[in-house]
């Protein structure tokens, strides 16, 4: 194998070739909508260090970074920071250590001290001197249902569990009208989304938290129109008496279903009307034959009563010269703390 690593001035740069590698990494986070999206939205005006790797014109990796700090320490991120669950180099999985050697060697030039490596699907990605100090491991638990019926599922689960997922959607249905829509009308999307942002800052205003940024919001709406016409968006509302209860924002690709965002009804949360959602989302997944659920980022608790297995997503950080390998190396009990300084 004979590379050539080039570097590319805009993300439209890549071409055609650029779907078909997305499809090859199964990362919905990979693919051109997602990401030039994302810069038009979030890269305030951070310079693109991107790099394409071919073998014979077959474009085997995409490298897309941009210096997000451009005082010392020069910080690269890679594109995608902040709303994306997954990040890193794309290429298919059995390219990633072809990847880890290009992305060191496109990098080589420097113009950056730290490069701070978020939300990788493993440290295959990372080779030689880019594999620095790992700063945080996330738990991204995982459903695998590949040739699984709703009955199968069910039958693998505890009876208190069972018990539950009959009972209260029971429960709802006899109280009220119960209805469970998929948003799958552009005419009627921007307010199912209002309705999910809004269910979402409901919640987490009670809970405590802080609301979905605007900016973010206008990427979601973007990026869902984009979704909707691929045929990759999952949004769905619970709706009693003709009102929405619960939404759930979820994302279809490569055979997996994932669970991005979802809010609820404060007022009814006895009622656990998001149970009951999530419970409808993974049998519609399971009816569909997808091969696996996907829970992304997060260890909630709610999550293992769900799922059968945890993959984890990891974060590193390389430091390059004095100022970055000094950066970089903090003790054990400061790492986190890096973590939230760099990523601002």
């Known amino acids: 194998m004979t590379l050539q690593i080039g570097r590319i001035d805009t993300l439209e740069d890549v071409g055609a070739d650029w779907g078909p590698l997305a499809d090859a990494s199964e990362s919905i986070f990979a693919t051109p909508e997602w990401m030039t999206l994302w810069y038009r939205h979030f890269g305030d005006g951070q310079e693109l260090r991107a790099y394409t790797v071919r073998d014979e014109g077959r474009l085997v990796a995409l490298l897309p970074l941009v210096l ?8 690269l991120r890679f594109v995608g920071h902040g709303p994306s669950d997954l990040m890193g180099p794309i290429c298919a999985a059995a390219d990633r250590p072809v990847a880890a050697a ?3 060697q496109a990098l080589a030039d420097g113009g950056w001290d730290v490069l701070l490596a978020e939300r990788l699907p493993t440290s295959e990605l990372l080779a030689g001197s880019l594999r620095g100090q790992e700063l945080q491991r996330e738990a991204s638990p995982v459903l695998r249902i590949e040739g699984m019926s709703w009955d199968d599922y069910l039958a693998a689960k505890s009876s208190n569990f069972r018990q539950q997922v009959r009972r209260r959607e029971r429960k709802l249905a006899k109280e009220h009208d119960l209805r469970f829509r998929l948003a799958d009308d552009p005419d009627r999307l921007d307010a199912d989304l209002e309705v999910l942002f809004a269910l979402h800052e409901e919640r987490w205003t009670t809970e405590g938290s802080g609301a979905l940024a605007q900016r973010r919001a206008a990427f979601h709406h973007e990026f869902a129109r984009v979704a909707l016409d691929r045929g990759w968006l999952r949004l769905w509302l619970l709706e009693l008496d003709g009102k929405p209860a619960a939404a759930w924002y979820g994302l279809r690709f490569a ?3 994932l669970y991005y965002q979802a809010g609820r009804d404060p007022d009814l949360e006895r009622a656990a009307v998001g149970f009951v959602l999530l419970v409808h989302t993974v049998r519609e997944a399971i009816n569909d034959e997808m091969r696996e659920y996907d829970f992304l980022r997060g260890g909630e608790g709610y999550k293992d009563r769900f799922t059968d297995d945890d993959t ?10 004095p100022l970055g390998r ?5 003790a054990p009990r400061m790492r986190s703390l890096l973590v939230s300084r760099l990523r601002g």
């Open 326 to 330: 000094a950066t970089v190396a903090v």
């Open 68 to 75: 997000w700090r451009t005082r010392p320490p020069r910080v």
């Open 255 to 257: 055979g997996r279903e």
């Open 312 to 321: 984890v997503v990891e974060t590193w950080a390389a430091g390059r010269g």
């Open 102 to 104: 290009a992305l060191e």
